[in-house]
């Protein structure tokens, strides 16, 4: 959806060294929330937020850390990647009812050699 | 937390025919969505469907919440259907996260 940006779009980086995906919504909506997805499989949950200064955990949370200052903006960090965070990673955004539909942006696919 | 369950796992198809995907979950849900992972990667919004049955041109849904499935239907399939289809899904106690199936991976040949 042309509301949500992710960057970079693609990264390739080395084991060991730190890597933040940046989310950047235009709706100013509260949830936000970040899934990787592994080939064959399902999106995962990394991690959520519910407003800014509110973060919690999901289903996968190790090895990634997140932060959010501004409600427009959720970045994920990897802190000292791992062969094993080779994946896409999404962001999403959900609509502000509480049964609200979520919103994908476009992915960033990372991998890490 | 919540299982979500789709069938089957991979569908082909020739184009023209018919087809169901089925989502089954566990527990009661506030929230279920369809989504269309095109082969570009981009996951797009088919239906927002809690419960009843929603209809966008070749392309429908039902979600039976009480009995804790929905199905998607896709008349008259082409070549563009393909991709995969995920279903995800809200517990009625859990205010934000989403539990994702694995997905069908549909092939619709020409």
């Known amino acids: 959806d042309a509301g949500i940006t992710q960057s970079p779009r693609y990264k390739i980086t080395e084991t060991g060294r730190q890597v933040t995906l940046m989310c950047h919504q235009t709706w100013s909506h509260s949830y936000m929330f970040w899934y990787r997805q592994d080939l064959g499989h399902g999106l995962r949950l990394i991690y959520y937020?519910?407003?800014?200064?509110?973060?919690d955990k999901g289903e996968v949370p190790d090895g990634y850390v997140v932060s959010r200052s501004k409600t427009e903006n959720f970045p994920l960090t990897l802190e000292s990647a791992t062969r094993s965070q080779t994946s896409v990673y999404f962001c999403a955004v959900k609509g502000q009812t509480n049964t609200g539909e979520l919103f994908f942006g476009e992915g960033s696919r990372l991998t890490v050699l | 937390g919540i299982q979500v369950e789709q069938s089957p796992p991979d569908l082909i198809l020739q184009e023209g025919a018919n087809s169901t995907l089925r989502c089954n979950f566990s527990?009661?849900?506030?929230?279920l969505q369809w989504f269309h992972q095109n082969p570009w990667g981009q996951l797009i919004n088919l239906f927002y469907i809690p419960s009843g049955t929603k209809q966008n041109g070749r392309l429908s849904a039902t979600t039976v919440a009480t009995e804790r499935y929905s199905l998607l239907y896709i008349s008259s399939s082409q070549t563009t259907d393909s991709g995969v289809y995920f279903c995800a899904v809200k517990e009625n106690t859990n205010a934000g996260k989403s539990t994702f199936g694995d997905g069908t991976t549909l092939t619709v040949k020409p």
């Open positions: 937020s519910a407003a800014a200064d509110i973060t």
């Open positions: 527990d009661s849900v506030n929230n």
